[in-house]
């Protein structure tokens, strides 16, 4: 078990600082450890308190009785370091400082205290001024805010880490809400000892994750940023979005966590050398994630439209031109092959318009044909659950041609509740569902690129 | 009162073709208007049944007693030239035709009887190939889709006019789950009559109307729409999104309504000339028209930024500069001001930031000072509601800064169910809510330029 793996399956936690105050830090921590469904040995400690939510407390780390592999600290800054040292003597491997109040202040003799410690006794920390870990597989949680506030996404392939923790939760907050699952989140806050590089070196040996994502406002280290991301970009996607691009964001990123964001065309030039896919915003890295971490690597660029509305067919084609990609043409024999089984008004181009009376056979003759057509390479499915012929049947259509995993498939259907509950559905699936054609051709751009990359072909 | 407000006000109305069979497109249109709130009279009509939803059912259109003010056509296209011509002798002024199957078919020569008898009797003509109106105020809705299937946004201030009939229904499904809300909706299909020129002319004096928005793939007279527009576009804000740009979206146009698509350089030219603001997709439009609809027009183009979380500040920022707007710089007597009652550790540059343990009285100082610094054109509030500190009261707090009307505010908030509730709540207010902060900065940046269009400054 390498020494990273402790913070995220860990068999023995304690909490540091835990209060019976159910508004403080501590107490959230401890509270959503205990309740969730992570399965080792918990230690809750504070020296004023004997027991807190059913649990003995402890009154120091030291008088905790066998192995600790993860401590989660939760106190005034001034008093981690003497912690940290009792952690060190009891050999705990690894260390999340939740705390604020150090380098980002201007308490940097904290801050060097804190890594003179975790030199000396080689244990690994993330933090301090971070929310820490949310592993869904283990259930390990450090997030300080009540899971009826801020929700978290189940057991998916997409890792994501970040500087900001606010940014980061609020993020996990709506991905629970789309339904878009995750493997691991990491805020790293300060980054005394584990850094961004540290995080995508790890991840990008962590099975449960396919995709790695990243939001950072600067590295600590570049060189060794820009080695270890070259080596894992080319055999497993990293999606990265860089805050504090404009000289005026960058200002305020040094208002922020106090470091430089460096000069944006370097980022840009080192993301493209290393074959990190740049992200151009939030929400994009989740488009580009849930393509990258569910449909299998494409041939080629070129795309097979087929929609139930003309205009949405219309759109979906002029952004699949403007991301670089192709429109597909159908072999003949394929267009011939739907045309002895589909009505006569619809439309067997590209896009193949199955009209405002498609039902689900149509659809499922028209997938099927561009599946086995070598001259389609990727398949963009629009489908307005509203028209009345359309059963909700067809969200497991569409989910079984995705499983066989043999082309990229992309859903795009806008509207309301309706619409939104049935997309759920099909993420649960693994079918990347999109409201616009825009953001659903852009993600295909994203994986055509990333096909690119991996075969040397840029 | 002008013909053209039959189609939105009518006293009473005629369905032409209602069956008892509830999936039949003529049913579930009469079904709406009896069950909505439209309090005119009602006719349904059909030779074959007496009685339909409790109404006495009428053989023909001239069989109904008294005045027509609107009649809806759902009949086979073969039948609908010798209705219009009945419609016409009965002298009725507005007619929707709902049903398909004319020159976008190859069927020329219906579409041109209707277009000969239109014009003998006068009569004015949305459609064919339409699903027609929505009018959330007089609720005329002539949509075939079920309201429980394809929901309805509430009564606005933004009109929305799309050719294309199943995209533009499924944008108002969206807008209602959005609580987004409008003052009208046409899809105005083949546009044998009424176009979208007609259309934009009508709109520009529909005092229920303060923007207008518009989708579609190609214009039936160039001048005429230009020349309209050209006018238009300077009282009232027009924004429009054209589909079938590329070459190839082009062809896809011409499956769809065998119109051409025009070079879309040509429309972009004339777009920036005629001031039409141009969205680059369908959300967009919207993020712009709520903020046009509901913000007054700023003073000029410095923008601060007020957050409760550094990250989203710094993406703001960059998104604030990308957009073409600047970062305010508040005078020393509102920082001094500010400093007197915030905690030393909130951050008074730009962005605020006002940190992540932020409550509704610190907003409710950094937002007032904001309001009454002259060297602050525009607002761009950040607020992500999972911090533990603030409380749902921000959103009234926020509210009646926005009601002042004196200065544009727009609300990023990203996260959760908890979050959407909260931002819905504010949209009740006409406070225009973004999930991402460049969503918001381009549409501070639509309503700069229009500011600069209407001032003559372009």
């Known amino acids: 078990m390498g020494k990273l793996d402790y913070f995220f399956s860990p068999k023995s936690v304690a909490v540091i600082g835990v209060s019976r105050n159910p508004k403080k830090v501590g107490h959230v921590i401890f509270r959503n450890f205990s ?170 040996n962590d099975k449960r994750t396919k995709v790695i994502c990243a939001y950072f406002e600067g590295v600590k280290q570049g060189r060794k940023f820009y080695e270890i991301v070259s080596k894992v970009a080319n055999k497993k996607p990293v999606i990265a979005l860089k805050g504090g691009k404009t000289a005026e964001g960058n200002k305020a990123v040094s208002s922020h966590t106090g470091s430089m964001a460096g000069v944006s065309e370097i980022y840009s030039a080192a993301f493209e050398q290393s074959g990190v896919i740049e992200a151009d915003n939030l929400e994009e890295i989740f488009d580009f994630a849930r393509v990258l971490s569910t449909q299998p690597v494409p041939n080629g ?29 159908m072999k003949k024999e394929s267009v011939d092959q739907m045309r002895k089984v589909l009505p006569s008004h619809v439309v067997l181009k590209n896009p193949i318009d199955l009209t405002g009376d498609a039902d689900v056979e149509r659809y499922r003759v028209a997938m099927d044909a561009a599946m086995k057509d070598d001259n389609v390479d990727m398949i963009a499915v629009i489908t307005l659950f509203q028209i009345p012929t359309l059963t909700a049947e067809i969200t497991d259509v569409i989910s079984s041609f995705v499983e066989q995993g043999k082309k990229p498939v992309v859903v795009i259907a806008a509207g309301g509740r309706f619409t939104e509950v049935l997309k759920k559905s099909m993420e649960d699936f693994g079918v990347p569902t999109f409201s616009y054609p825009e953001k659903a051709a852009k993600a295909l751009g994203a994986l055509y690129d990333y096909s690119l990359a991996i075969s040397g072909k840029t």
């Open 301 to 329: 660029n070129r795309v097979q439209i087929i929609t139930d509305g003309g205009g949405f067919g219309v759109l979906a084609a002029d952004w699949i031109i403007n991301n670089g990609l192709k429109l597909a043409k």
């Open 35 to 204: 309740e969730g469904k992570f399965k080792g040995k918990l230690y809750p400690v504070n020296p004023k308190v004997d027991e807190i939510l059913g649990s003995k407390c402890y009154p120091s780390i030291s008088k905790v009785p066998g192995r600790v592999d993860l401590a989660v600290i939760s106190i005034p800054a001034e008093f981690v370091p003497g912690t940290l040292e009792e952690c060190g003597k009891k050999k705990i491997p690894a260390v999340i400082i939740i705390s604020g109040g150090f380098k980002e202040i201007g308490r940097n003799d904290l801050e060097d205290a804190v890594v003179r410690i975790l030199k000396k006794y080689k244990i690994r920390v993330i933090g301090p001024n971070c929310i820490g870990i949310y592993d869904p597989h283990s259930d390990v949680d450090t997030f300080f805010l009540p899971r009826y506030k801020l929700e978290r996404p189940g057991d998916g392939s997409i890792a994501f880490i970040s500087q900001s923790g606010a940014l980061g939760s609020v993020i996990l907050d709506w991905m629970a809400m789309k339904n878009y699952k995750i493997s691991k989140f990491i805020s790293y806050g300060n980054a005394s000892d584990v850094d961004e590089a540290d995080l995508i070196e790890y991840l990008a």
